[in-house]
């Protein structure tokens, strides 16, 4: 039914882009550039960037009944991402945050949790996690009911249905630890943490040896998220490190994590290898670094092609497409 279902938190962000210094608070006012209103979350940027690459794309997430989720739900489905799966709280608000982003394009959140706590993944129809080729979890350490309940049962059933799994993690600031994870990891083909939080979670600091816990838990594959540097990846075979394009104008790095999450899944449903599925989702966070947002800015698989043959990269299977 779907070539991607992404799974995760959704969001309203209301980002601030300006000279925002640490200072913020220590005068009355400050201009900025600009304030606006998007939807994000995980599951919002994956799902949207997908779509727009051309996936048939799902989303499983959850709202609160307020103007904020129906903003989001709008616009997901005029990107074309079936929102049947998005669970709404009744009396209960929907997550907000906002980024506050300076001149390099760094930011820091502020936000509010909203319905999160309740969501469990567990009331939607199972058989759009199993009609998937792709099923992606946006982030661990969000949404506890669902880490500890949904997300071992749902990898567990995608997996018997053959469904390739994938998994991104936010930062561990309930202090759950890597017992959190303990129940999802077996059944995972991808765990794809940046390397802040895959070193939070493991104390280690090697590439290599942070990869090898999550492997010894029962991940198939990790790919360790470096930012500017590109991605580490290793399985039982071997590993490689990918670098990223750096030649970019960077606006704002928001969603850019969860962009090559989802550039990265659209490689493993079009069959590319490792490398090349690297690559283009380096490509695709890369687009997304020169718009203001967590996801939006890419309108089309040919801006991906037309970004990777700029730097003489070529995927054999993309061109034949």
């Not at 980024?99 to 390099?104: E, G, N, S, V, Y």
């Not at 009331?123 to 982030?139: C, E, P, Q």
């Not at 990265?264 to 380096?282: D, V």
Request: with cysteine; charged share 20%.
């Amino acid at each position: 039914m779907f070539d991607i279902v992404c799974v995760g938190f959704t969001c309203l962000d209301i980002p601030v882009v300006g000279d925002i210094g640490k200072g913020v608070f220590d005068v009355d006012s400050t201009h900025v550039d600009s304030i606006s209103m998007t939807p994000g979350g995980d599951a919002v940027n994956e799902s949207v960037t997908c779509a727009s690459l051309g996936l048939k794309t799902a989303i499983v997430s959850y709202v609160g009944d307020d103007n904020g989720g129906r903003v989001i739900i709008d616009a997901l489905s005029s990107k074309g991402v079936d929102t049947s799966g998005i669970e709404i709280f009744s009396n209960e608000s929907t997550q907000t945050a906002v980024p506050l982003i300076d001149k390099t394009g760094q930011r820091h959140f502020l936000f509010n949790s909203g319905c999160s706590p309740l969501f469990s993944g567990l009331n939607t129809d199972f058989t759009v996690y199993y009609s998937a080729k792709v099923l992606t979890i946006g982030s661990f350490y969000v949404a506890k009911l669902f880490d500890e309940h949904g997300a071992p049962v749902i990898l567990k059933g995608a997996k018997e249905h053959g469904v390739i799994t994938v998994a991104d993690t936010c930062s561990d600031v309930m202090g759950l630890g890597l017992k959190n994870l303990a129940k999802a990891l077996p059944y995972l083909d991808y765990f794809m943490p940046s390397l802040d939080e895959a070193q939070d979670l493991t104390g280690k600091t090697g590439y290599s040896e942070i990869a090898e816990v999550f492997l010894k838990m029962g991940a198939k594959n990790i790919v360790l998220k470096l930012g500017a540097e590109g991605s580490f990846i290793k399985n039982s075979e071997g590993e490689i490190t990918v670098p990223a394009f750096c030649d970019i104008d960077v606006i704002d790095t928001t969603g850019c994590g969860d962009n090559f999450v989802a550039g990265f899944s659209y490689g493993l449903c079009k069959g590319f290898s490792l490398k090349e599925c690297a690559q283009f989702a380096s490509a695709v966070a890369g687009i997304n670094a020169g718009f203001i947002g967590g996801c939006g800015g890419l309108k089309s698989i040919t801006e991906v092609e037309d970004f990777l043959a700029e730097r003489g990269v070529q995927i054999a299977k993309l061109v034949a497409e």
